[in-house]
């Protein structure tokens, strides 16, 4: 009996030392959002696990007694708790905080693996989707103007922001650094649409955030890139229902609702998820042209996940109008603003008279777009697949079709043959000399004469007709290696698109106002006929100026190996890429439709398509290679460079065909770069300091001039440009809620070569060389102070642009522009997942008048400093904007 209890003790004894201990539960960020890949381990052992897609994570332990948990994961603050493993479950459900340092934000963008800024051998900038929602950025330029080595002019409006990476000479837009939704160009083509490709979407609160990577890595993967590549990331669903509802109001007319709303599809056993987000907004625009602002966007995505990846399936819908300002008649000397008829300065001369301009042409009624400005209707459907072959591989697949109703109306003010603006007496007198007398009245009011010492100006306006369809695709094998020592991705890009490139013209007669009224002109000539100079505001139809039909096609083929050995990090790959294309000009004659003889021949004339094409084809082949290490020096500093040979695929525009000869001569552009860098990571301060080099051999530019009073194409240049830059970030974390963050950059830029034909007299010749390239800075620079304490959060952000050439003859210099922004909100809890943000912001706080550029159709000849006026874009006025979040 005695040795039954001994062997029964023993054997709960036995079970007890035996027992094991369920470790579970959950991991989430501050906002809720479940944290996929974190490590749990305990402490002091070998044993642990990551959370799965939903954050959740179970681990089981024969260890016992007292034990410390540690839950980490990059970009955020270790979280540790002490726990008792005697056999009974430990729930734990964690929120993680963010790491202070900057450099800790993880990244994917030109890269196959996670990995963090610190340990990426490249410059990388990230932006998260709620401090772009309390800037209340409205466009491009907002959200990047504070990324190193980047010049961001948002004086257009919410579209077709001009970007400048790195000294490399373009006009601005996405020449050289593609905008991507997931991973995916927006055009996966140059030179055949807008390369505006903000004009195709706008940013949502249905995006993570924002990443921008610099350099040449990011040429390998994807669609590629030579100078970088700014990718938005979109929310999925997850297995915790959220909602997102911000209502923004702005000065001068501006109310937008953007929403977002995620979590599962089904019943708990579901393993599909959804996400929706969009905007619906009206608004009169940063400065009132009569014309509105207004549209919708809708995203949305369904998740599937099974046991070794996921499909997710993305949809985008847009059909949204946005007007644009281009640049006007300013002061001569000072380059301020002139005063109007009215005695008020003319900030824009878009009028809103001209949403009822049409006019016939010899292929039917034209009815001008310009009431739609910015006009995108349209969207794409995109596949994502992700599969995990084993352990070790995963195979990645991406397919998306895209099809845009694109319409970009460029209003061109005070753009015309004679001084602008000037008297109506000293312009009739110009345009009718010998009269003996004239009638001028205003558009739309009988008997509303124009006095003769009123200012009146002449204007141009541009219709492209550009609608798109693209179809692009993605696939990639990733192998690591057994000792996690190798990541290699084997890959293939394969994109090909069509579209349209159609263009209208006229031009506009308008008294000198805001929002200015069209003046119509007639006048008795010398022998005593009646003429009619100006009708319904317009004195030259014009007509069809552009009929173009091209498409294009692109593969690639790329390798890369990311390396990790022990202090040390590798990135190297190389990319071979054929583009094949058909480009289609139509021919164009002006034909007599009115048969008004009082007319002008510029008003009964009217240019439309002949019916006839010239055809030309393009072929080239060309490669990249990339090299790029990084060297963990301490715990707080990495060392890194980067050398890379790219490739650039010109507008095929540049091209127009020679009649008779299919094949065009069409070579990919050089660009060589490297950079060399360290970066820095403390509990209380983070940053980086590079210097590069950038090098673009034999780039084709077209530049555009007024000439015989209608937009052309008047040269084509072959440039070699080089760059030498230094690029500096810094964050100070003065306490848990109050930060000072920093960015400077310089950069040396000269045009190395430059020969340039004059398309419209046939001649070749060098200018130019020696000069620095045109609306590019040598200075750049950015600082802001942020609190945040989860309740009241503000920010006080300078952004500095320094002075700039406005174009590459160096003839005018604009002065430096500083722009400040201001923001504040206070974040009330309704219960522990709800929360209401009341903010308010301040874009152009002190309301500065500085240029963002000046006449960029002033051909190769360049713009003059001499002279009663001078034509350039200022940025936009200052503006208020009150918002309330509600996540729900």
Do not use: C
């Not at 900030?347 to 292929?363: D, I, K, M, V, Y």
Request: hydrophobic letters at 35%; aromatic letters at 12%; glycine letters at 12%.
């Amino acid at each position: 009996m005695k040795n039954l209890l001994f062997a029964i003790i023993a054997v709960f004894g036995l079970s007890s030392a035996l027992a094991q201990t369920e470790i579970k539960g959950n991991v989430k960020d501050a906002s809720g959002i479940p944290i996929l890949g974190a490590n749990v381990l305990i402490n002091g052992t070998t044993e642990g696990t990551t959370t799965d897609f939903d954050g959740n994570f179970l681990l089981s332990t024969n260890q016992s007694g007292s034990k410390t948990i540690r839950i980490s994961f990059i970009g955020f603050t270790p979280y540790e708790q002490s726990v008792e493993l005697n056999g009974s479950p430990v729930i734990l459900n964690v929120v993680l905080n963010e790491s202070g340092q900057q450099l800790d934000e993880v990244v994917i963008t030109a890269s196959s693996t996670f990995r963090s800024q610190k340990q990426a051998p490249l410059s990388i900038s990230s932006k998260k989707m709620a401090a772009i929602t309390k800037l209340s950025a409205n466009s491009q330029a907002d959200i990047l103007r504070d990324v190193p080595g980047i010049t961001a002019e948002g004086g257009g409006g919410e579209t077709a922001t001009n970007l400048f990476v790195r000294g490399l000479p373009s006009g601005g837009q996405y020449v050289f650094n593609p905008l991507q939704y997931d991973g995916m160009p927006l055009m996966s083509t140059f030179g055949l649409n807008s390369s505006a490709h903000d004009v195709y979407a706008r940013p949502d609160i249905g995006f993570k955030g924002v990443e921008f990577v610099r350099g040449g890595a990011a040429v390998l993967y994807g669609s590629g890139s030579v100078a970088g590549i700014i990718n938005y990331t979109s929310k999925t669903g997850d297995t915790n229902p959220g909602n997102i509802i911000n209502v923004e109001y702005g000065s001068r007319g501006r109310l937008k609702t953007d929403f977002y709303s995620g979590g599962k599809l089904g019943d708990e056993d579901s393993n599909t998820f959804y996400a929706f987000t969009g905007f619906v907004r009206k608004d009169n625009g940063p400065i009132e042209t009569g014309l509105d602002t207004r549209g919708v966007q809708f995203r949305g995505n369904i998740k599937k996940r099974f046991e070794n990846g996921s499909f997710t399936l993305h949809g985008h819908f847009i059909n949204d109008k946005a007007q644009f300002f281009l640049p006007l008649p300013l002061q001569g000397g000072s380059r301020e603003r002139i005063a109007g008829n009215d005695g008020e300065d003319v900030e824009q001369l878009l009028s809103g008279e001209l949403a009822e301009t049409s006019f016939l042409t010899p292929g039917g009624v034209y009815k001008s777009p310009i009431e739609d400005g910015v006009f995108t209707k349209g969207g794409y459907l995109m596949g994502d697949f992700i599969y995990n072959l084993s352990e070790n591989t995963t195979f990645k697949a991406k397919v998306k079709y895209a099809d845009y109703q694109h319409n970009f109306a460029l209003y061109v003010g005070g753009n015309g043959s004679f001084g602008n603006p000037i008297t109506l007496n000293d312009y009739v007198a110009a345009v009718a000399p010998g009269n003996t007398a004239f009638d001028a009245q205003y558009q739309g009011g009988a008997g509303s004469q124009i006095n003769g010492s009123d200012l009146v100006v002449e204007n141009l306006h541009v219709d492209r007709l550009r609608p798109m369809t693209d179809y692009s695709g993605e696939a990639n094998l990733i192998f690591r290696s057994n000792d996690n020592v190798h990541t290699f991705t084997l890959g293939t890009y394969m994109a090909r698109t069509e579209a349209e490139d159609i263009n209208y013209q006229y031009r506009v007669l308008s008294e000198f106002n805001n929002n200015p009224r069209l003046v119509n002109l007639s006048y008795t000539d010398a022998d005593g006929a009646n003429v009619i100079y100006s009708d319904g505001g317009l004195y030259n139809r014009i007509g069809m100026t552009s009929n173009r039909f091209l498409e294009q096609s692109r593969t690639a083929f790329y390798i890369t190996d990311e390396m990790v050995l022990d202090r040390w990090r590798f990135d190297v790959g190389l990319r071979i890429e054929n583009t094949s294309g058909t480009f289609n000009n139509g021919g164009l004659e002006e034909s007599t439709v009115y048969d008004n003889t009082e007319l002008t021949d510029n008003l009964r004339n009217v240019r439309f398509a002949d019916g006839s094409f010239t055809t030309a084809t393009i072929d080239a082949t060309d490669w990249a290679i990339s090299l790029a290490g990084l060297y963990e020096l301490t715990e707080a500093t990495n060392l890194y460079a980067n050398f890379s040979r790219g490739f650039f695929f010109p507008q095929q525009r540049g091209f127009a065909p020679t009649p008779g000869i299919r094949e065009s001569n069409y070579e990919g552009e050089t660009i060589v770069q490297g950079e060399l860098g360290a970066k820095f990571g403390t509990s209380s301060f983070s940053g980086s300091v590079a210097g590069y080099f950038v090098n673009l051999s034999d780039r084709i530019r077209i530049d555009q001039a007024i000439s015989g009073g209608q937009l052309v194409d008047q040269a084509r240049s072959e440039q070699t440009t080089r760059t030498f830059g230094l690029e500096a970030t810094g964050k100070f974390i003065v306490s848990d809620a109050f930060n000072i963050n920093g960015t400077l950059t310089y950069q040396n830029h000269e045009i190395s070569k430059n020969e340039t034909t004059d398309l419209i007299v046939n001649t070749t010749s060098t200018i130019n060389e020696g000069n620095e390239i045109g609306r590019q800075p040598n200075f750049l620079g950015s600082l802001s102070f942020n609190y945040d304490d989860r309740k009241f959060d503000a920010n006080f952000t300078l952004n500095h642009t320094g002075s700039k050439f406005t174009d590459d003859s160096n003839n005018v210099e604009l002065d430096a522009i500083t722009i400040a922004r201001l923001g504040a909100g206070y974040t009330f809890k309704t219960q522990e997942v709800n929360a209401l943000r009341l903010g308010l912001s301040v874009f152009n706080l002190f309301d500065s008048v500085g240029l963002t550029e000046g006449n960029p159709r002033a051909g190769i000849a360049g713009q003059s400093a001499d002279g009663d006026f001078f034509f350039g874009r200022p940025i936009l006025p200052r503006r208020l904007f009150l918002t309330a979040t509600f996540n729900f």
